[in-house]
């Protein structure tokens, strides 16, 4: 079923002037312009777009993909304010339309924003920077460990405060981020806590022994970029350590040990080398 704000594989139907009408069910035909037709287009064929309405309220299709879809967050740029509202770029040659009242803040000309984007009552693809309208609205079966995406909205007195998978909020203790990010810091994340009222705590490293794994394969490519040797060891400071892996020196020390162990690596008091084995 096509949905609009979003990418959806579609048939084409007709090739006329105008360009490909492509099947859109209970919408109607759905015209993809001829200005981005692919040369081998044809009949029959399925083709992958982004469905929206243009400025008259009509769907269009657009092979041009957005950074955001509807459902989703993102960091976006403000291109233009007017009397009618703020436009945001967000890939399209359409901007991104937020009505004055879903400011969280006053906003401002070529500044960067975390925004939620969504159909209002007439269909249209909407963002709104007030967040809390809309995240933490559904069910969640996180467990700890489960990888997520995460994508920082603001600091908090605790941590950052991030949206999980475009859904949920959680939050990112200062004394467990080893790296330098701000709002607008989009990444991988794990559920490192699920508390009783359901809000989550989060962490940019996997929990547990797959942490030491994942940061170990990390540290084994570095070796190689590096002619097989780093001046890092278990006794190099934890702001070093953090300035190349973003990790905590407890998580660094845990996956080199692992990977002496293994005989992959061998530990000096300057740094580490890399076996010739390996």
Same mark, same amino acid.
């Given at each position: ?21 492509? !099947? ?22 399925? @083709? ?15 092979? $041009?993909?957005?950074?955001?879809? %509807? ?6 740029? %403000?291109?233009? @304010?007017n009397d009618v509202g703020i436009f945001l770029d967000w890939g399209l040659d359409k901007d991104l339309f937020l009505p004055f009242g879903e400011q969280q803040q006053p906003m401002e000309v070529d500044r960067h924003y975390v925004v939620y984007v969504y159909l209002d009552n007439e269909q249209r693809i909407t963002a709104s920077n007030k967040l809390?309208? *809309? ?6 079966? *996180?467990?700890?460990?489960?990888? %997520? !995406?995460? =994508? ?8 950052? #405060? ?7 909020? &959680? ?18 994340? *794990?559920?490192?806590? %699920?508390?009783?009222? $359901?809000? =989550? ?21 570095? =070796?190689?970029? !590096? $002619? ?6 278990? #006794?190099?400071?934890? $702001? ?8 905590? #020196? &407890? ?7 692992? =990977? ?6 061998? @530990? ?11």
């Amino acid at each position: 079923m096509l949905e609009i704000g979003r990418l959806n594989q579609l048939a084409v139907i007709e090739m006329a002037d105008l360009g490909a009408y492509l !099947e859109g069910g209970e919408f109607g035909d759905i015209l993809l312009p001829s200005k981005e037709l692919p040369a081998d287009l044809s009949i029959g064929q399925q @083709i992958e777009v982004f469905v929206y309405r243009d400025s008259q309220g009509n769907l269009l299709a657009t092979l $041009q993909k957005p950074l955001v879809q %509807v459902g989703e967050c993102a960091n976006l740029q %403000v291109k233009d @304010i007017n009397d009618v509202g703020i436009f945001l770029d967000w890939g399209l040659d359409k901007d991104l339309f937020l009505p004055f009242g879903e400011q969280q803040q006053p906003m401002e000309v070529d500044r960067h924003y975390v925004v939620y984007v969504y159909l209002d009552n007439e269909q249209r693809i909407t963002a709104s920077n007030k967040l809390d309208r *809309y995240i933490d609205k559904s069910d969640h079966k *996180y467990k700890c460990g489960d990888k %997520v !995406e995460l =994508l920082v909205a603001g600091r908090t007195e605790l941590g950052y #405060k991030a949206v999980v998978n475009n859904k949920h909020w &959680g939050v990112l203790y200062y004394d467990q981020v080893f790296k330098r990010i701000r709002a607008g810091y989009a990444g991988t994340g *794990y559920i490192q806590k %699920v508390r009783e009222d $359901q809000k =989550l705590d989060v962490s940019l490293e996997p929990i547990g022994i797959q942490k030491a794994i994942d940061i170990g394969d990390t540290i084994l490519a570095k =070796l190689r970029e !590096e $002619q097989g040797y780093l001046a890092l060891s278990d #006794k190099s400071t934890p $702001q070093a350590i953090s300035a190349i892996f973003g990790v905590s #020196k &407890g998580t660094f020390k845990k996956a080199i040990g692992k =990977l002496y162990k293994e005989g992959l690596i061998t @530990i000096s008091k300057t740094g580490i080398v890399l076996n010739d084995k390996e």
